[in-house]
């Protein structure tokens, strides 16, 4: 991503956190974003480059002042003021938001951690089962049915927040529900200024492996790291992690492999 375009997102961004943060806050977001999605001259003339930044928010603002809260509709006018490229950048600029206002609301409930660790357990389920992992990323099928097979899988055993965030990543999904969910654990990590490290292991961790291996991962990053375990028993033992694109293979299996390639050459 280039600096003009982390710089628009930062902005953007700010325009929300002086918001308070709430689930109808969010809902409102999406809408926003999926009317947007629909409304194709709406759309392009929101994000025109031609016409002035505040010609584009004055617009955003009369159309969307009577259908939105004050707050939702205040996020989406600052989005017009800025220039994304292409229209779909204005999308899913505001989209984005609506996901920050879920996680922003959690993090002010004191349920961030959890709706983090639902969110990812949920999408290790979905990988782990092809049959869910077909329905869930299957385009031909209505976007409403398929919200239904995660709120019934979740609602009630999840927090609200989680179901939610469930339910949006089904409806944005544009290469897998999985990729699109994954995306969202970024931006939970974004919240409290952390990386996600994925951690790939042979065995479950008690807390205490967790809280050591969190803090020896966060002493050599130098900075603070929000970590998901994977338990895959294929690593035979030691431990995978992953930040972003940095990986460090610390595996018994990534080991034998590494050791059989230099034999071989």
Excluded: C
């Amino acid at each position: 991503m280039s600096a003009a375009a982390e710089a628009r997102l930062s902005e953007l961004d700010r325009a929300l956190d002086v918001q308070k943060s709430s689930p109808e806050l969010a809902a409102e977001l999406f809408a926003a974003a999926d009317l947007l999605g629909v409304q194709v001259s709406l759309r392009n003339a929101l994000a025109d480059p031609t016409v002035p930044d505040d010609r584009r928010r004055e617009l955003a603002d009369r159309v969307f002042g009577q259908r939105l809260g004050k707050a939702a509709s205040a996020v989406v006018a600052s989005a017009s003021g800025l220039r994304w490229g292409t229209a779909s950048g204005l999308t899913a600029a505001i989209d984005r938001q609506g996901v920050r206002a879920l996680f922003a609301h959690a993090l002010e409930a004191g349920t961030l951690d959890t709706v983090e660790e639902q969110l990812f357990r949920f999408v290790r389920t979905v990988v782990g089962d092809t049959a869910l992992r077909q329905v869930l990323d299957d385009r031909a099928a209505p976007v409403p049915a398929r919200q239904q097979v995660v709120e019934d899988l979740l609602v009630g055993r999840a927090d609200a927040d989680t179901v939610a965030l469930a339910r949006r990543a089904v409806a944005r999904a544009t290469v897998s529900f999985e990729a699109t969910a994954e995306g969202y654990l970024g931006l939970a990590a974004a919240i409290r200024n952390r990386a996600v490290a994925t951690v790939t292991v042979a065995q479950p961790l008690t807390d205490e492996h967790k809280q050591r291996l969190q803090a020896a991962i966060e002493r050599q990053l130098g900075r603070q790291v929000s970590l998901q375990v994977v338990v895959d028993p294929a690593v035979l033992g030691g431990a995978r992690v992953q930040v972003g694109d940095e990986v460090i293979e610390g595996t018994v299996a990534g080991r034998l492999a590494a050791a059989s390639k230099q034999l071989t050459q």
